[in-house]
């Protein structure tokens, strides 16, 4: 079975700038969740899909982060403009429905904004 | 909210020795899930043991085991006979079981395995 899918690895940009990852989840799994890795920090839940609907953005600054799951399998997240307290590490996880024990998590995506 | 505290920012251990991670966390709820999770260098995050609340027995995952204590709210994972392959950042979580059930996590424990 493949894991959760996560591109690209590595991203550096310069504040102001666009930037888009792209997750694919495991096949089947219809919760989808992108969370922020700051160094030194835990993982905090960004936005949370059902499907193809939003369960939680509640901690995602929709100033310049905007997140979108249109088939209810991939998703993008996107940050327009970038800021210098953006640098982290992007994980996206999956699991079979949102009240399942396990998420599984891609390997990230770290974005470094100059 | 729920806030979950990990007060080892690192830890280490000498290979074949047992080592234990602490973590407590602050919660109104009397049902919930515990977790940590590894995330070893520059590879994915995986879960390593979970544990229901209403249980009272101490989940086990071979070399892995958790002492939980619901009153104390304390939740700490204890290595057996370490290896190297261990070394990793080990993540408490919480998640609840109403709402949205999402994950909160602690702020890590670096685990350096001594050969």
């Known amino acids: 079975e493949a894991g959760v899918a996560q591109s690209p690895r590595y991203k550096i940009i310069e504040k102001r700038q666009s930037v888009a990852f792209w997750c694919n989840p495991i096949?089947?799994?219809?919760?989808l969740y992108w969370y922020q890795q700051i160094l030194g920090q835990g993982p905090k839940l960004l936005i949370q899909?059902?499907?193809?609907?939003?369960?939680?953005d509640s901690q995602l600054p929709k100033d310049r982060f905007s997140a979108e799951r249109l088939k209810g399998v991939d998703s993008t997240l996107k940050i327009q403009p970038a800021k210098l307290e953006d640098s982290a590490v992007y994980l996206c996880?999956?699991?079979?429905?949102?009240?399942?024990?396990?998420?599984?998590f891609g390997p990230g995506t770290r974005l470094t904004v100059l | 909210a729920q806030t979950v505290t990990q007060s080892q920012p690192e830890m280490s251990v000498q290979e074949a020795e047992t080592v234990t991670l602490s973590c407590t966390y602050d919660?109104?709820?009397?049902?919930?899930?515990l977790f940590w999770y590894k995330q070893p260098p520059s590879r994915q995050m995986i879960l390593v043991i979970r544990?229901?609340?209403?249980?009272?027995q101490n989940a086990t995952e071979n070399r892995f085991s958790v002492n939980f204590q619901k009153a104390a709210k304390s939740f700490s994972l204890k290595i057996s006979d370490s290896q190297l392959g261990d070394a990793a950042m080990y993540f408490c979580?919480?998640?609840?079981?109403?709402?949205?059930?999402?994950?909160?996590f602690g702020t890590g424990t670096r685990l350096t395995i001594i050969p």
């Open positions: 996880a999956s699991s079979w429905t949102s009240g399942s024990n396990e998420q599984f």
């Open positions: 919660t109104s709820e009397s049902d919930y899930y």
């Open positions: 979580a919480y998640r609840s079981t109403f709402g949205n059930e999402k994950l909160t």
């Open positions: 544990q229901e609340a209403y249980k009272q």
């Open positions: 096949s089947g799994h219809a919760t």
């Open positions: 899909f059902q499907n193809n609907g939003v369960v939680d």
